[in-house]
């Protein structure tokens, strides 16, 4: 009888070590994710400010995303400035001085991510949107 307890307790206490040792499978997830974006007019032309907003069916991924814009050119690319989405993944982002200049602008919302860790990475990937061109009269 003695026996038979200390058998079944090295096998529970063996059956224990190897649940706890065992490595616990990890996964990844990469949220959906996407951008719009346009200039505001003050009253039409010129175009005073640019907004947006970043949709994800993950509101983590839409509230406090790190959105900049860029105006293309030659070499490297202007930043115009960044801001913060809001809770509802909305930004605008003013103009440096009264308007913006004519050109071809894109807009990059910042990877995020939202847990790191040995057995979890869940990731709101980078975005960039394609040029919008504007043209003030």
Do not use: E, W
Not at 50 to 67: D, L, P, Q
Not at 78 to 105: C, E, K, M, V
């Amino acid at each position: 009888m003695q026996i038979m307890r200390a058998v079944g307790l090295a096998a529970l206490v063996g059956g224990l070590t190897l649940a706890v040792a065992a490595p616990a499978s990890g996964h990844g997830i990469k949220y959906g994710r996407g951008v719009q974006g346009g200039f505001i007019p003050a009253d039409g032309p010129p175009y005073t400010a640019a907004t947006g907003k970043v949709n994800s069916g993950k509101a983590a991924c839409r509230r406090a995303s790190r959105v900049i814009l860029f105006k293309a050119q030659p070499g490297r690319d202007i930043d115009y400035g960044s801001r913060l989405t809001n809770r509802q993944g909305q930004f605008t982002i003013p103009s440096p001085g009264n308007q913006f200049d004519d050109g071809a602008y894109y807009l990059v919302v910042k990877r995020k991510v939202l847990a790191k860790n040995r057995y979890h990475r869940h990731i709101c990937p980078r975005l960039k949107t394609n040029a919008f061109t504007i043209t003030n009269p």
